[in-house]
T-cell receptor
Framework: EDKVVQSPLSLVVHEGDTVTLNCSYE??????LLWYKQEKKAPTFLFML????IEKKSGRLSSILDKKELFSILNITATQTGDSAVYLC?????????????FGTGTRLQVTL | GAVVSQHPSRVICKSGTSVKIECRSL??????MFWYRQFPKQSLMLMAT?????????EQGVEKDKFLINHASLTLSTLTVTSAHPEDSSFYIC??????????FGSGTRLTVV
């Protein structure tokens, strides 16, 4: 059975701190790993990672994938209260299969003043 | 960018009635749509995968007669919760994917059954 595990489950940090969120996976078929941010409504897309070792950046957020060790990290530097959310990691299989995402349980991040 | 519209955003219905939730891809053709359910403080749980013009594939434990999914066109999928009960109260989210378009989520529907 495909499995995606995120850690930590929850995290409380002070504004300005840097955080690292982890996502490990064991899946039968892998195409890409996706990171989403979920506040009160549906998840919003952050990154899609397909190749190992290539860092993707968007402002204070960055992410990288290690396909040998089967994990990814999401870094947030200089955190702000607006970063408070649940961060979801998901793995997508190759196209041509059912193509459904397998989600991790999420990491709940709270950034305090 | 790809946009998926989900409607309604919030619905309250009486126990025993049916509720229909719509998911539309506004600017791309969604060959596949996914329906998720999310309980408070939990991750998304995939309920079913629907491909345009064919029957939906339901995940284990999801009652297909209770959660009717129709994907009649490349831009619209509907989820109907039939004979709703209070335990069906949840947050339902759709996601769509198409050629050259990744997974885009709708804004979700919060269903409360009273």
């Amino acid at each position: 059975e495909d499995k995606v595990v995120q850690s930590p489950l929850s995290l409380v940090v002070h504004e300005g701190d840097t955080v690292t969120l982890n996502c490990s996976y064991e899946v039968t078929n892998f195409r890409s790993l996706l990171w989403y941010k979920q506040e009160k409504k549906a998840p919003t897309f952050l990154f899609m990672l397909t190749s190992s070792g290539i860092e993707k950046k968007s402002g204070r957020l960055s992410s990288i994938l290690d396909k040998k060790e089967l994990f990814s990290i999401l870094n947030i530097t200089a955190t702000q209260t607006g970063d408070s959310a649940v961060y979801l990691c998901a793995v997508a299989p190759p196209t041509g299969t059912a193509s459904k995402l397998t989600f991790g349980t999420g990491t709940r991040l709270q950034v305090t003043l | 960018g790809a946009v998926v519209s989900q409607h309604p955003s919030r619905v309250i219905c009486k126990s025993g009635t049916s509720v229909k939730i719509e998911c539309r891809s506004l600017d791309f053709q969604a060959t596949t749509m996914f329906w998720y359910r999310q309980f408070p403080k939990q991750s998304l749980m995939l309920m079913a995968t629907s491909n345009e013009g064919s029957k939906a594939t339901y995940e284990q434990g999801v009652e297909k007669d209770k959660f009717l999914i129709n994907h009649a066109s490349l831009t619209l999928s509907t989820l109907t919760v039939t004979s709703a009960h209070p335990e069906d109260s949840s947050f339902y989210i759709c996601s769509a994917t198409g050629e050259n378009y990744g997974y885009t989520f709708g804004s979700g529907t919060r269903l409360t059954v009273v």
